[in-house]
T-cell receptor, first 110, second 114 residues
Framework: GENVEQHPSTLSVQEGDSAVIKCTYSDSASNYFPWYKQELGKRPQLIIDIRSNVGEKKDQRIAVTLNKTAKHFSLHITETQPEDSAVYFCAAQRDYKLSFGAGTTVTVRA | DGGITQSPKYLFRKEGQNVTLSCEQNLNHDAMYWYRQDPGQGLRLIYYSQIVNDFQKGDIAEGYSVSREKKESFPLTVTSAQKNPTAFYLC?????????????FGEGSRLTVL
């Protein structure tokens, strides 16, 4: 089955700096890659997603890049703010099977 | 209110007992999912269902069972065969008609096996 690895497991950044989270996947047939954000005590929520026929997608301060050949994708958060502090999960999907990475705890220091 | 409801929120059971977690949605979503969330391990897929009367094993299905007799309901049974059942369980659903789109999560059920 699909194996999604996510790095780093924790990330501390100064407010205003950028944060980058990287994921790799094992199943070359995976074709959909969403990112979820889970704030403390809350449900995970989708923040951005990308399909396999697209190399990059941007939404305000967040962007996702996908390298199908290398089977890895990354989340970029620019100009980080305190409200960006949360756990971020990447995921890869083949057909309807959506498998998540282990998560990255991001802390934005004021 | 439209949404996805999990019950109970907290559950305690003795070792060796089966337990069923409820997941109900009134969003008219076709696809439903069960994940287990453990510290440091992210969300691990247990079972998923694309449509009524059909479901597939996820990455960690051993020791679990599900049914999908109604569109709005996708209960998860944690059996005595599950070696480490104490965990936080999340149910989610997604609109049908495609294999992409946001998963809507329930608030979760925390199971503790004593």
């Amino acid at each position: 089955g699909e194996n999604v690895e996510q790095h780093p497991s924790t990330l501390s950044v100064q407010e205003g700096d950028s944060a980058v989270i990287k994921c790799t996947y094992s199943d070359s047939a995976s074709n959909y890659f969403p990112w979820y954000k889970q704030e403390l005590g809350k449900r995970p929520q989708l923040i951005i997603d990308i399909r396999s026929n697209v190399g990059e997608k941007k939404d305000q301060r967040i962007a996702v890049t996908l390298n199908k050949t290398a089977k890895h994708f990354s989340l970029h958060i620019t100009e980080t703010q305190p409200e960006d502090s949360a756990v971020y999960f990447c995921a890869a999907q083949r057909d309807y099977k959506l498998s998540f990475g282990a998560g990255t705890t991001v802390t934005v220091r004021a | 209110d439209g949404g996805i409801t999990q019950s109970p929120k907290y559950l305690f059971r003795k070792e060796g007992q089966n337990v069923t977690l409820s997941c109900e949605q009134n969003l008219n979503h076709d696809a439903m999912y069960w994940y287990r969330q453990d510290p440091g391990q992210g969300l691990r897929l247990i079972y998923y269902s694309q449509i009524v009367n059909d479901f597939q094993k996820g990455d960690i299905a051993e020791g679990y069972s599900v049914s999908r007799e109604k569109k709005e309901s996708f209960p998860l049974t944690v059996t005595s065969a599950q070696k480490n059942p104490t965990a936080f369980y999340l149910c989610a659903s997604r609109p049908g008609g495609g294999d992409t789109g946001e998963l809507f999560f329930g608030e979760g059920s925390r199971l503790t096996v004593l």
